[in-house]
C-alpha cells in the first residue's frame, strides 16, 4: 500500500470517525471465511458498516480527532481489528455482537473497545454495560416523562375532586326535592 493510500484510508476514517459518535472496535481473529461472512451479513441486515482496518491506521485517524483516545493504544488497537459504525445508536452493535456470539455459538468475536459519545469502553466486560445504555431519545422521553407525573397527578386529583364534588351536590339537590 501507498503513502498515498494510506494517507487517503486516514483521512477518510477520520471523517467517519468524526460524522459517527458511535464505533466499536472488535477482534474477530480466528473466524473462518464462512463465520466472517455470516457477521458481515448481519451487519449489513442491521444498518451497521464493519471494516477491517490496519491498527496503525485507526491510530491515526484517531489522533487527529478532539477526543483523547490514547486509552486505546496497547490494549484495543492491538492484533485483529474490525471497526463497527452505527450512526443511530450506541446499542445496535452490541446488540449484535451477542446475538452473532449467541448464534454462533463460540467466541471468537470479541469487543476490544468502543465510543458511545465520545465515552470509551474498553475491554470485552463492557458489553453488557454497552446493552443497557440508554440513547439519547431514551433519556429524553425519561425526563419529559417525570417532569409531566407531578402535572397528570394534579389533574387527576382536580377531576377526582370534582367529581365527589357534582355528585355530593346532585345527591344533596335530590333530598332538597324530595
Known amino acids: 500500500m501507498t503513502r498515498e493510500e494510506k494517507g487517503a484510508i486516514i483521512e477518510e476514517l477520520s471523517e467517519k470517525f468524526k460524522t459517527v459518535p458511535y464505533f466499536y472496535i472488535t477482534d ?18 442491521q444498518g451497521i458498516e464493519y471494516k477491517v482496518i490496519k491498527n496503525t491506521l485507526i491510530r491515526k485517524a484517531l ?3 478532539d477526543t483523547d483516545y ?13 471497526v463497527m459504525f452505527h450512526a443511530e445508536s450506541g446499542k445496535v452493535p452490541a446488540k449484535l455482537i451477542k446475538q452473532y456470539r449467541k448464534e454462533a455459538g463460540n467466541d471468537k468475536l470479541k469487543l476490544k473497545g468502543a465510543s458511545v459519545d465520545y465515552s470509551l469502553f474498553i475491554g470485552h466486560d463492557q458489553l453488557e454495560t454497552l446493552l443497557t445504555l440508554k440513547t439519547k431519545n431514551e433519556l429524553i422521553g425519561d425526563v419529559i416523562g417525570l417532569l409531566q407525573s407531578p402535572a397528570k397527578n394534579v389533574i387527576s386529583g ?3 375532586g370534582g367529581n365527589i364534588l357534582a355528585g355530593l351536590l346532585k345527591t344533596l339537590s335530590e333530598r332538597e326535592a324530595a
Open 28 to 45: 474477530a481473529s480466528g473466524m473462518s471465511v464462512a463465520e466472517v461472512n455470516k457477521l458481515r451479513r448481519m451487519c449489513f441486515e
Open 63 to 65: 489522533e487527529t480527532l
Open 70 to 82: 490514547t486509552s486505546f493504544d496497547g490494549t484495543v488497537l492491538a492484533g485483529f481489528s474490525g
Open 158 to 160: 382536580l377531576q377526582s
